[in-house]
């Protein structure tokens, strides 16, 4: 029998813009950027309403501090005054983009909205409607950007007969970290709570089902590229299974982004476009595509206003000689042929960027006549992907500019990170360089 529901969310960087290529000269495109963060903080709102959610969890991050505005603390004060008349509380733990020495409210807070503090961790017993106590909810803000110590170590455990709650904001990370060094199985070993509502990590993900349960609700809207697809948070219904706190929390994720990012991996030598000589036969194919991905949003997410395309089109084919005299200009010219043809839909389809990375057909036929070269490929291919010597070793060879070791959350402006697509990309590339060299020195049969 379920005795209550609530909401699990973080990292809502309320008032930030969406990272939108060509928005200059659309003023839906502009509109869109400047209003989706405050979008999925309504439609967080609206699911918690509807579904008589008791409280919301926010796990850190509430505003950015690069976005920290009057205008984005007087909408999250309206909407939580809103939540007030439906009785919804609203527990806030300031995170590494809000901490507490920066989080100073503009407006005063309604009275169902409590900080927790940074000077040391909190417990607040929650009740329902009719006085009983339901849930537990134990937190501690961050009280600068970085947070080296563990601070879950010390929060409180009620002793009540409730569902005991405990928000995290960290990067699961043991060590030297700088959001709260802590790993699952610490999470776990911390007798007495049922879920742990973490946040900071911007994808959604349940690490641990079952108690404690120790989920990640993911951002309510994705920014950029690096946070692709559907977001939203969790709507947790607590259930009481048997004795004395036994509990069952039963999770549905709820999509509240109005915008969604999406990368497109075309092969031009795929069945539908190995034949095909020239941009009107590319155009055609990629518009049935983009326009399968709008019905199918359409019909399943109606909140989602608009889906941000970016195209890598790789593969080997014919229609590499059409690109290769001029890669640049061929990708402007499907972005603008795309824009054109896609921009009017709704969900309206944008296509941000259009990336090439075709193949010589030829260099396949290289690799048929001389397999010892193409076996020697493979070997340095997978050593660099799997020998840690190796990549290290590449890396140096690089310069200093690349890093293996990536913080999201405060990213060296000098440096670029060296992830998985990126090192597969420039090995893809070097491979390619390698066998057109070889064609151009042979010629072609």
């Given at each position: 029998m379920s005795i209550f529901r609530f909401i699990h969310t973080a990292d809502i960087h309320l008032g930030s813009f969406l990272h939108i290529s060509g928005m200059e000269k659309h003023p839906k495109l502009k509109e869109l950027s400047r209003k989706a963060t405050y979008q999925a903080f309504e439609n967080i709102c609206n699911i918690a309403v509807e579904n008589k959610a008791a409280f919301i969890l926010i796990s850190g991050d509430l505003y950015d501090r690069e976005a920290r505005s009057v205008r984005a603390n007087r909408f999250f004060v309206?909407?939580?005054?809103?939540?007030?008349?439906?009785?919804?509380?609203?527990?806030?733990?300031?995170?590494?983009?809000?901490?507490?020495?920066?989080?100073?409210?503009?407006?005063?807070?309604?009275?169902?909205?409590?900080?927790?503090?940074?000077?040391?961790?909190?417990?607040?017993?929650?009740?329902?409607?009719?006085?009983?106590?339901?849930?537990?909810?134990?937190?501690?803000?961050?009280?600068?950007?970085?947070?080296?110590?563990?601070?879950h170590a010390h929060y409180p455990v009620s002793d009540a007969d409730v569902f005991r709650i405990a928000m995290l904001h960290t990067q699961l990370e043991t060590g030297r970290s700088n959001y709260i060094p802590a790993s699952s199985a610490?999470?776990?070993?911390?007798?007495?709570?049922?879920?742990?509502?973490?946040?900071?990590?911007?994808?959604?993900?349940?690490?641990?089902?079952?108690?404690?349960?120790?989920?990640?609700?993911?951002?309510?809207?994705?920014?950029?590229?690096?946070?692709?697809?559907?977001?939203?948070?969790?709507?947790?219904?607590?259930?009481?299974?048997?004795?004395?706190?036994?509990?069952?929390?039963?999770?549905?994720?709820?999509?509240?982004?109005?915008?969604?990012?999406?990368?497109?991996?075309?092969?031009?030598?795929?069945?539908?476009?190995?034949?095909?000589?020239?941009?009107?036969?590319?155009?055609?194919?990629?518009?049935?595509?983009?326009?399968?991905?709008?019905?199918?949003?359409?019909?399943?997410?109606?909140?989602?206003?608009?889906?941000?395309?970016?195209?890598?089109?790789?593969?080997?084919?014919?229609?590499?000689?059409?690109?290769?005299?001029?890669?640049?200009?061929?990708?402007?010219?499907?972005r603008r042929l795309l824009r054109t043809s896609l921009g009017h839909r709704f969900p309206f389809v944008w296509t941000d960027s259009v990336i090439l990375r075709t193949k010589d057909p030829a260099a396949e036929e290289v690799l048929v006549r001389h397999p010892m070269l193409k076996e020697y490929l493979d070997q340095i291919i997978m050593d660099i992907r799997q020998g840690e010597p190796a990549r290290k070793s590449l890396i140096s060879q690089l310069g200093q500019m690349w890093t293996q070791k990536a913080d999201y959350e405060d990213m060296d402006e000098k440096r670029f990170f060296l992830d998985e697509s990126t090192l597969e990309n420039m090995l893809d590339e070097a491979v390619q360089l390698i066998l057109n060299g070889l064609i151009e020195a042979g010629g072609r049969e």
């Open positions: 309206d909407a939580c005054r809103r939540l007030e008349k439906e009785r919804i509380r609203v527990f806030v733990t300031a995170g590494n983009h809000d901490p507490a020495k920066e989080y100073k409210e503009l407006f005063r807070l309604p009275d169902n909205v409590y900080v927790f503090s940074a000077s040391e961790p909190e417990l607040i017993l929650v009740n329902d409607t009719g006085g009983e106590p339901i849930a537990a909810v134990s937190g501690q803000s961050y009280g600068e950007r970085w947070e080296r110590s563990p601070l610490d999470l776990s070993g911390r007798s007495g709570f049922d879920y742990w509502a973490l946040g900071h990590i911007h994808q959604p993900q349940i690490i641990k089902e079952d108690k404690p349960v120790i989920a990640y609700s993911g951002a309510p809207q994705g920014r950029d590229f690096g946070e692709q697809g559907l977001k939203g948070c969790w709507l947790v219904e607590v259930e009481k299974i048997g004795g004395v706190s036994s509990f069952r929390a039963n999770m549905k994720f709820q999509v509240t982004s109005p915008v969604i990012y999406h990368t497109f991996f075309i092969d031009i030598g795929c069945p539908e476009l190995a034949e095909a000589e020239s941009f009107d036969q590319l155009e055609a194919y990629l518009i049935e595509e983009a326009e399968k991905l709008e019905e199918k949003i359409r019909a399943e997410h109606s909140l989602v206003e608009g889906i941000l395309v970016r195209w890598e089109i790789g593969g080997r084919g014919r229609l590499h000689f059409l690109f290769s005299e001029d890669i640049e200009g061929s990708q402007d010219e499907i």
